[in-house]
């Protein structure tokens, strides 16, 4: 027994052993093959080369795995066989992904001198069938990258359970599997390369695309023989419309007395005809009016075109909400029809009758969406071509006016929808528009006065500059308090009952007179020797520090660094210290630490880091940033980036300033691939009583 233990574990350190086949490469160090049975960290590094390297390698690894499999045991082969092929079929796909030539980006093609109605309605075509191929090819890149997510997580997974396993025959097993799904995961990256850069080279198409019909509507050239052609065509397709919507009725007018199937299957083949017909309809007259422009007719009026193009784009607008419900209808209808066919005991010549008609209107709806495609490009054409060559100025304001007046007749029954109440009134879209714009109005006003009085104050030096301030603010605050008081008037709000309120609030007003005129006075104190200005950045005796934002009639309003708001009594800035960072000078020097690696050329380091702080929106251009090596520390070059900043040109606060300059200078170092060290240790351990080794 003790023999056959030997034996199999000879066998079983011969199969699984670490040592794989070397493979010699020219010019460089032998390359070990992986052993399924015991992959190393950095195996994938042997399949990770280009072209007939790659299959030289991988033809070496199949004969290595195969004779890995021979030696197993026949129920362990067995399932090894299905891995054999799955690696075989991953190194076939791999190899032929990395021979692919890459998607060739598009040249600019050559436009035409001219267009014709025709070229410039084909141009539309060509828009959206390549608009269909981005969609598609968008959609394709999204389902990779998640398929390429999905199989990363396999992997981890199998790695996770790969490693819990000592060499065995299930761990050989799981290694092939490891090899394939690697081997997919990198095939599904290089064909999600190849369909980024075939969907960027799609998108240059467009941009020339979009640059040829832009070129088209300055050269289309339109004559009185295609007026002839779509008058003649527009009176036919005027037949044809009439006509479906005559079919329409008259089905309506049947199915009152008699409803069945067919009837309904008839009804909805007539609605989707009658909107076929109307969409070309539409198409011809968005043309009609192309030509009618591009032959300077007077029988065409701007500012009437203007208001047909708002109807045809409610037509089309109505169309499409059609389309969705009439394609729903016509699927389910589909499917009914079909799961009724599977019966045997139904009328089969009826439903086939039924499904044939119900494929016609399939097909017509995808004649709508083609027309509808087409309406819209030429809806847009015709009033890009109004704007750019024959609108004047009166024109434009009209076209934005119906264009205002179009977006609130489609809206109109949303302004009047009720979305909250206060009290007993109902508050609208309209009502707080109305309120928003009487508020604007009255803060314009108020605005304008407080300007206006302190305006005023500049002009007469011997006025006192600290009650024109003053005034100005005691005027902004009355007239705007009146002013929000009108504006919850015109929206129905009753404030009746503020005026009692006011009153019992003014028995109190007393009792702090003495503190209010010590900081009104303190506060003029302020605004006349300037020490304090608005914009200033302050720090506080308390250590408060901000930027002050507001100097009133009894407080000073302070933002702090963590966009707290203060209100400092004006004594405070009398008679207590504070200190003003920006009283004459708004740029200062700060000093920025930071370490590099020993070894490290210190040259390209200050080179790096100079360019990279030059860029930073803070930095003063005038003074040039140096950087200065500031100590020897215990694992790094001790650095300090000395710059002039002016923090208050980009409203950046004065604490993450730092923060800033650090970002970048670790940015500058990671791209230059220089190391940022940090301390490590040494973890030795020792054991007095070590096992014995065996034999």
């Known amino acids: 027994m003790k023999k056959l233990l030997l034996l199999f574990i000879l066998f079983q350190s011969h199969l699984f052993s670490d040592t794989s086949p070397f493979i010699p490469e020219s010019g460089q160090e032998s390359v070990s093959i992986p052993n399924p049975a015991d992959l190393s960290s950095n195996w994938w590094s042997f399949f990770d080369v280009k072209g007939d390297a790659f299959d030289k390698r991988a033809e070496k690894a199949l004969a290595y795995f195969a004779q890995m499999q021979e030696k197993l045991p026949s129920a362990s082969y067995?399932?090894?066989?299905?891995?054999?092929?799955?690696?075989?079929?991953?190194?076939?796909?791999?190899?032929?992904?990395?021979?692919?030539?890459?998607?060739?980006?598009?040249?600019?093609?050559?436009?035409?001198?001219?267009?014709?109605?025709?070229?410039f309605i084909a141009l539309g075509n060509t828009q959206k069938d390549l608009s269909e191929k981005i969609d598609a090819l968008h959609t394709k890149v999204n389902l990779e990258s998640s398929k390429i997510k999905s199989e990363d997580i396999y992997l981890d997974t199998l790695k996770a359970e790969y490693m819990d396993l000592d060499p065995s025959d299930t761990r050989y097993l799981l290694g092939l599997e490891i090899i394939a799904t690697r081997m997919n995961i990198s095939s599904d990256q290089i064909r999600l390369k190849i369909q980024q850069a075939s969907l960027e080279n799609l998108k240059i198409e467009e941009e020339f695309l979009e640059e040829e019909i832009a070129h088209a509507r300055k050269v289309l050239v339109v004559s009185k023989e295609?007026?002839?052609?779509?008058?003649?065509?527009?009176?036919?397709?005027?037949?044809?419309?009439?006509?479906?919507?005559?079919?329409?009725?008259?089905?309506?007018?049947?199915?009152?007395?008699?409803?069945?199937?067919?009837?309904?299957?008839?009804?909805?083949?007539?609605?989707?005809?009658?909107?076929?017909?109307?969409?070309?309809?539409?198409?011809?007259?968005?043309?009609?009016?192309?030509?009618?422009?591009?032959?300077?007719?007077?029988?065409?009026?701007?500012?009437?075109?203007?208001?047909?193009?708002?109807?045809?784009?409610?037509?089309?607008?109505?169309?499409?909400?059609?389309?969705?419900?009439?394609?729903?209808?016509?699927?389910?209808?589909?499917?009914?029809?079909?799961?009724?066919?599977?019966?045997?005991?139904?009328?089969?010549?009826?439903?086939?009758?039924?499904?044939?008609?119900?494929?016609?209107?399939?097909?017509?709806?995808?004649?709508?969406?083609?027309?509808?495609?087409?309406?819209?490009?030429?809806?847009?054409?015709?009033?890009?071509?109004?704007?750019?060559?024959?609108?004047?100025?009166?024109?434009?304001?009209?076209?934005?006016?119906?264009?205002?007046?179009?977006?609130?007749?489609?809206?109109?029954?949303?302004?009047?929808?009720?979305?909250?109440?206060?009290?007993?009134?109902?508050?609208?879209?309209?009502?707080?528009?109305?309120?928003?714009?009487?508020?604007?109005?009255?803060?314009?006003?108020?605005?304008?006065?407080?300007?206006?009085?302190?305006?005023?104050?500049?002009?007469?030096?011997?006025?006192?500059?600290?009650?024109?301030?003053?005034?100005?603010?005691?005027?902004?605050y009355i007239m705007m308090t009146v002013g929000v008081i009108i504006a919850f008037t015109t929206i129905g709000i009753d404030f009746t009952a503020f005026a009692y309120i006011a009153g019992a609030l003014?028995?109190?007003?007393?009792?702090?007179?003495?503190?209010?005129?010590?900081?009104?006075?303190?506060?003029?104190?302020?605004?006349?020797?300037?020490?304090?200005?608005?914009?200033?950045?302050?720090?506080?005796?308390?250590?408060?520090?901000?930027?002050?934002?507001?100097?009133?009639?009894?407080?000073?309003?302070?933002?702090?660094?963590?966009?707290?708001?203060?209100?400092?009594?004006?004594?405070?800035?009398?008679?207590?210290?504070?200190?003003?960072?920006?009283?004459?000078?708004?740029i200062r020097r700060i000093r920025v630490p930071f370490g590099v690696a020993y070894g490290t050329d210190k040259e390209k380091v200050s080179k790096i880091i100079i360019e990279a702080a030059k860029k930073v929106p803070l930095t003063i251009e005038e003074k040039e940033p140096q950087v200065w090596l500031v100590k020897f520390g215990e694992s790094s070059l001790d650095f300090e980036l000395v710059v002039w900043v002016n923090e208050y040109t980009t409203g950046t606060r004065t604490r993450s300033t730092t923060a800033k300059y650090l970002w970048t200078i670790e940015t500058a170092l990671k791209e230059n691939n220089i190391v940022i060290p940090y301390p490590t240790r040494d973890v030795h351990l020792y054991q007095k009583n070590e096992p014995s080794q065996l034999k």
Do not use: C
């Not at 791999?94 to 998607?103: I, Q, R, V």
């Open 78 to 119: 067995q399932k090894s066989t299905y891995l054999m092929d799955k690696v075989q079929i991953a190194v076939n796909t791999l190899s032929n992904l990395k021979k692919a030539t890459p998607p060739i980006p598009p040249s600019k093609p050559a436009f035409q001198n001219t267009y014709n109605l025709a070229s």
């Open 506 to 586: 003014s028995v109190g007003i007393g009792f702090g007179l003495q503190s209010f005129f010590n900081n009104f006075i303190a506060g003029i104190i302020v605004l006349l020797e300037k020490n304090v200005r608005i914009g200033d950045f302050i720090g506080l005796e308390s250590g408060e520090l901000g930027t002050v934002k507001e100097i009133k009639v009894r407080t000073t309003l302070i933002k702090t660094l963590d966009n707290l708001e203060i209100l400092i009594p004006n004594s405070e800035l009398v008679m207590k210290k504070f200190t003003n960072w920006t009283l004459s000078e708004k």
């Open 226 to 476: 295609d007026l002839t052609g779509i008058n003649s065509a527009l009176y036919a397709q005027e037949s044809h419309s009439e006509a479906a919507q005559q079919e329409v009725l008259l089905i309506q007018s049947r199915m009152s007395t008699h409803r069945d199937r067919v009837t309904e299957q008839q009804l909805l083949n007539a609605f989707v005809q009658q909107n076929l017909e109307k969409i070309r309809l539409i198409d011809l007259q968005i043309q009609k009016n192309i030509v009618l422009l591009g032959l300077n007719s007077e029988d065409i009026s701007l500012s009437t075109l203007y208001q047909q193009i708002d109807v045809w784009r409610m037509d089309i607008e109505k169309i499409q909400n059609e389309q969705t419900i009439r394609r729903k209808t016509a699927r389910v209808e589909l499917e009914n029809t079909l799961e009724e066919l599977s019966q045997t005991s139904v009328d089969t010549e009826m439903y086939q009758h039924i499904l044939t008609m119900n494929e016609t209107a399939l097909v017509q709806l995808q004649k709508i969406e083609q027309e509808l495609y087409l309406s819209e490009f030429l809806l847009d054409q015709l009033k890009l071509l109004i704007s750019e060559h024959y609108a004047t100025f009166k024109d434009k304001i009209a076209q934005g006016w119906h264009s205002t007046i179009g977006f609130f007749k489609e809206n109109a029954s949303w302004f009047e929808k009720r979305l909250f109440k206060i009290g007993e009134t109902s508050i609208t879209p309209f009502a707080l528009i109305k309120f928003l714009i009487t508020i604007i109005i009255i803060y314009l006003v108020s605005w304008l006065t407080r300007k206006g009085i302190i305006r005023l104050g500049s002009k007469h030096k011997k006025l006192n500059q600290a009650g024109i301030y003053t005034l100005s603010r005691l005027f902004f």
